[in-house]
């Protein structure tokens, strides 16, 4: 089963920073937060992944509350493009064999 | 940075025909590689996990001898789906984890439609 829960969709105005939260209460403390995001009919694609500090990049924002049981991707000025899928996953980063699970994920939809 | 390529992106089939579908990660060694199926407005679902050199790890309810998956070598796995039936049509994704940084990149996806 999936360790995290997202809301099922969310709209943004065009512009207007897009706020994603993640609820992730039972993550371990060797697993990073990995966000990827799905346009229609193509595969996921990687935004952005963290531990415990906020991260950035030049996508997007990651936010880790210091429990870590919840995060939030921010988009900073959503566009039309980045209407998708956000899915947040939570997994230990190393060599071993670990099976990586997706949640229903958020359907976010920028509005012109 | 990290590629996958998965091919096709898309194939029609005959019922009762076999479908290979290819992922190869293009400028990384893939210690291990996912492979997902999608079926319309739903999450991607974990079929089976496959590491090079050994058979592949699949998850309940999915038939090993229907799904076959080859994993031969650092950068190619291959998934077949046997005797393909109507409702084995699907939007199917490798995934493949960098044996350096193990990050995960996902293939842009395979449409299978059989009729």
């Known amino acids: 089963d999936a360790k995290t829960t997202q809301p099922t969709s969310m709209d943004c105005a065009e512009g207007r920073a897009a706020n994603l939260p993640c609820n992730h209460s039972t993550i371990s403390g060797n697993e990073y937060v990995y966000w990827y995001r799905q346009i229609h009919s193509q595969g996921p694609q990687y935004i952005i992944h963290g531990l415990k500090n906020n991260e950035t990049n030049e996508m997007a924002s990651l936010i880790i509350t210091e429990d870590r049981k919840s995060s939030t991707l921010i988009l900073p000025h959503a566009t039309l493009r980045d209407t998708a899928v956000y899915y947040c996953i939570v997994r230990v980063v190393s060599g071993g064999y670990q099976k990586v699970t997706f949640g229903t994920g958020t359907k976010l939809q920028v509005i012109p | 940075g990290a590629v996958v390529s998965q091919h096709p992106s898309w194939v029609i089939c005959k019922s009762g025909t076999s479908v290979k579908i290819e992922c190869r990660s293009l400028?990384?060694?893939?210690?291990?590689m996912f492979w997902y199926r999608q079926f319309p407005k739903q999450s991607l679902m974990l079929m089976a996990t496959s590491n090079e050199g050994s058979k592949a790890t699949y998850e309940q309810g999915v038939e090993k001898d229907k799904f076959l998956i080859n994993h031969a070598s650092l950068t190619l796995s291959t998934l077949t789906v046997t005797s393909a039936h109507p409702e084995d049509s699907s939007f199917y994704i490798c995934?493949?984890?960098?044996?350096?940084?193990?990050?995960?990149?996902f293939g842009s996806g395979t449409r299978l439609t059989v009729v």
């Open positions: 995934s493949a984890q960098d044996r350096g940084t193990y990050g995960y990149t």
């Open positions: 400028d990384f060694q893939a210690t291990t």
